[in-house]
């Protein structure tokens, strides 16, 4: 091994004063990400909390439409807080975003629940939470931003990468703190008032990381800039508007991270949701295998991220697209056949169909005050809770009763009670007749729970995220000059990570909802990340040899980022 690559590996490359401008970037960030995914965790808990009761498909959608309601909001706060990093400083303006963060996401901690003030409640809650995506929206462009440009060259993927750990740290926190507070405490103290504190304990984290970053200094590269007077004076503009960079901007997101947001989101989020709303698995156990995969998985961004200094960032990138893209379906079935073999056993022996007009079956993923849902709606949400897949045949006529077939029993008309009670008959191993005869939910058998094979899949995911994730700061720094660099970074990153992936959960729930098939909500991550690695592999080249400090002047040397032809 050379001696320069055992630098990098070991980071002895870095001076004292590089290592704490890493240490005070990331160490920020990864709070500002754990109070961003704390609502992300907690999503579905938070369904019958500050939704109404009546349908639990519906309320869980509304609660992933408020939880990509942050995503979606982020790149309005990358164009707000990216103008003002390239116009003021870096420094200052990422001191605002963690501001920002912290308070809301304190309040969130504070907020009355649907049952005491009804439809203020989610309200607030969205408001909230789009204040938390317009701060992340201007940190992950302002941490990249700033540590990229204090790294030295031939170490910028190296240096950047640990600003890439610190969502799966920000996770990692997150769940740490949920799975104490829900240890420690009762079931319905947790419900009544105990998921409140991982939200109250967020100022400490603001008040540490705010006494961090104000000893940082300002870029010296965005210094130099503004003593040579070349920064930019309209930066939305310049990056947004005039060609070319409006075009790298389009194909940075489209051909790089459009396919890293699924496939990050999909590898740890929705794997998440998997395991516990679709396979049944009680949460403590599933907290526990997605944290130690993250705990596993978090030194291999840094990895990656030096690797990247020396094989190129792009081809790393797209590969775990495409490796991600053929693998997924074969991947999350694994993970049924490990985590649920009971489950996976009953759906192959006990086909399920709802029939129904299907003109009255209709996807909520909006609920209101005035929703209405239909005895399809309803049976379909008993249906689809159940983590079974099934068959929607269409009665068409009118009044036709709605009816359910599990195997060769037939039952007509919906019935709560007579669906469930059916289900448990026909073998359905996640209900239960209670002492008094009452059907209740049952969690996946523990010891059935293949626990090596179920986490070796989820590191393979792992390894997954880490390939499109580890080398993108370095990638989209490298991509823009320094005038509009902190702007022109955060468009693609955050419409990539919180449009494409942020959407994610939302969108695969509702397409499994709408289509009965509990996997048919990957082909969204599949397509996407195909998408990426067909414009990526076309119109985008290579930038790690690109030196964005040239000669006296500051200025990105990009006279072709472009892949010939």
Excluded at 30 to 56: K, M, T
Excluded at 60 to 81: C, I, K, M, N, Q
Excluded at 90 to 105: A, N, P, Q
């Amino acid at each position: 091994m050379s001696s320069t690559t055992r630098a990098w590996i070991r980071g002895t490359g870095m001076s004292s004063a590089e290592r704490f401008v890493v240490f005070a970037s990331s160490i920020g960030t990864v709070f500002e990400w754990y109070d961003f995914y704390l609502y992300a965790v907690l999503a579905p808990f938070f369904a019958s909390l500050f939704f109404p009761a009546g349908n639990d498909t519906a309320a869980l959608l509304a609660a992933f439409a408020t939880y990509a309601a942050g995503f979606v909001v982020r790149p309005f706060g990358a164009l707000l807080f990216g103008r003002i990093g390239d116009l003021v400083g870096r420094k200052y303006t990422f001191l605002v975003t963690i501001i920002v963060m912290g308070s809301s996401t304190f309040l969130v901690g504070l907020l009355p629940t649907y049952a005491r003030i009804g439809w203020l409640s989610p309200v607030l809650l969205v408001t909230l939470r789009l204040l938390q995506g317009l701060a992340v929206g201007g940190e992950y462009g302002g941490a990249a931003t700033y540590v990229g440009e204090h790294a030295r060259s031939g170490e910028r993927g190296y240096a950047t990468s640990w600003i890439q750990t610190t969502a799966t740290g920000g996770l990692a926190l997150a769940l740490i703190i949920i799975i104490g507070c829900r240890q420690l405490m009762p079931p319905k103290a947790f419900s009544e008032w105990g998921w409140r504190i991982p939200f109250l304990l967020s100022v400490i984290l603001l008040l540490f990381s705010l006494y961090i970053r104000l000893k940082l200094s300002e870029s010296p590269i965005f210094l130099k800039m503004k003593d040579e007077g070349k920064g930019s004076k309209s930066p939305l503009i310049d990056s947004f508007v005039r060609y070319p960079n409006n075009k790298f901007v389009l194909l940075a997101t489209l051909g790089a991270t459009a396919g890293m947001g699924v496939v990050w989101y999909t590898g740890q989020f929705y794997a998440l949701f998997f395991l516990t709303i679709t396979l049944k698995v009680n949460y403590l156990p599933a907290y526990l295998l997605v944290l130690v995969a993250l705990l596993i998985g978090m030194p291999l961004f840094v990895f990656v991220g030096g690797l990247s200094d020396r094989i190129g960032r792009l081809k790393i990138i797209l590969a775990g697209c495409l490796i991600a893209a053929l693998t997924f379906f074969p991947l999350f079935d694994g993970l049924t056949h490990y985590a649920n073999p009971d489950l996976e056993s009953f759906s192959k022996s006990k086909p399920v169909t709802v029939y129904a007009n299907a003109s009255t079956c209709q996807l909520h993923i909006f609920v209101t005050a005035f929703t209405q849902f239909s005895s399809c709606d309803r049976a379909r949400d008993l249906v689809t809770n159940l983590g079974v897949s099934f068959k929607t045949e269409n009665v068409p006529a009118m009044g036709s009763k709605v009816t359910l077939k599990i195997g060769t029993v037939t039952m007509e008309g919906f019935d709560v009670n007579r669906w469930n009670g059916a289900f448990v008959d026909a073998g359905y191993p996640n209900l239960e007749r209670d002492g008094q005869g009452k059907v209740a939910p049952k969690s996946a058998d523990t010891s059935k729970i293949n626990w090596f094979m179920t986490e070796l899949i989820l590191l393979v995911m792992m390894i997954y995220a880490a390939m499109v994730y580890g080398p993108i700061a370095a990638f989209l720094v490298e991509l823009f000059p320094t005038r509009i660099r902190y702007s022109s970074i955060s468009m693609p990153y955050h419409i990539g990570a919180g449009v494409f992936g942020g959407m994610l959960p939302l969108l695969a729930t509702a397409v499994a909802a709408a289509t009965g098939n509990i996997y048919a909500g990957l082909w969204y991550s599949v397509i996407v990340a195909l998408m990426t690695v067909v414009i990526g592999g076309a119109f985008l080249r290579e930038t790690k040899d690109v030196d964005i400090v040239l000669g006296s002047g500051v200025e990105a040397a990009h006279p072709a980022r472009l892949s010939p032809g």
